[in-house]
T-cell receptor, first 114, second 116 residues
């Protein structure tokens, strides 16, 4: 069974600074997808970024980028120029190629400080 | 206006009563999921359905039941057998593309269930 680990329960960063959230996962599959979701206080889950395992290039979405290390099974999220609106819970998630397994990590609570 | 609707936003029930949480989608997505979220924790999968009239148990299905009679609807019943039903419940969908499911889940706004 797949597992997703986020080793940082809480983190904080100063506004405009850069922060990196860690995620590791365990799977025996070769093709899969990885995601970072954001859950602000409203509790609405919002997709931040996704990565297909077969792509070597790291995904980027504006201020958000990932460092995907397939051999190490690592998938970290970097937030540049942090904004107050980035304050939220961040979940790393794994999806198998055929969607039978969609597994979430326990989350990292990020606080952006003014 | 496409999306996923979960109603109500807050639900209160007495212990021993069954309660059904609604999840409706007009995205024409094939697969639907129910998750439970407890305070300070991640999401845990209760049930999922990839096509109409078919569904599979997730990691914590005990005390819950579902049905999928229509593509648009995937209601979740929390039965009196569920020992700790108070939680935040999230419904999600994905769309099938060929033999594989799309690589993204879309989430509803969630229902906060409190059982006393």
């Amino acid at each position: 069974a797949q597992t997703v680990t986020q080793s940082q329960p809480e983190m904080s960063v100063q506004e405009a600074e850069t922060v990196t959230l860690s995620c590791t996962y365990d799977t025996s599959e070769n093709n899969y997808y990885l995601f970072w979701y954001k859950q602000p206080p409203s509790r609405q889950m919002i997709l931040v970024i996704r990565q297909e395992a077969y792509k070597q290039q790291n995904a980027t979405e504006n201020r958000f980028s990932v460092n995907f290390q397939k051999a190490a099974k690592s998938f970290s999220l970097k937030i540049s120029d942090s904004q107050l609106g980035d304050t939220a819970m961040y979940f790393c998630a794994f999806m198998s190629n055929y969607g039978q397994n969609f597994v979430f990590g326990p989350g990292t609570r990020l606080s952006v400080l003014p | 206006d496409g999306g996923i609707t979960q109603s109500p936003k807050y639900l209160f029930r007495k212990e021993g009563q069954n309660v059904t949480l609604s999840c409706e989608q007009n995205l024409n997505h094939d697969a639907m999921y129910w998750y439970r979220q407890d305070p300070g924790q991640g999401l845990r999968l209760i049930y999922y359905s990839q096509i109409v009239n078919d569904f599979q148990k997730g990691d914590i299905a005990e005390g819950y039941s579902v049905s999928r009679e229509k593509k648009e609807s995937f209601p979740l019943t929390v039965t009196s057998a569920q020992k700790n039903p108070t939680a935040f419940y999230l419904c999600a969908t994905t769309v099938r593309q060929g033999a594989s499911l799309s690589y993204e889940q879309y989430f509803g706004p969630g229902t906060r269930l409190t059982v006393t």
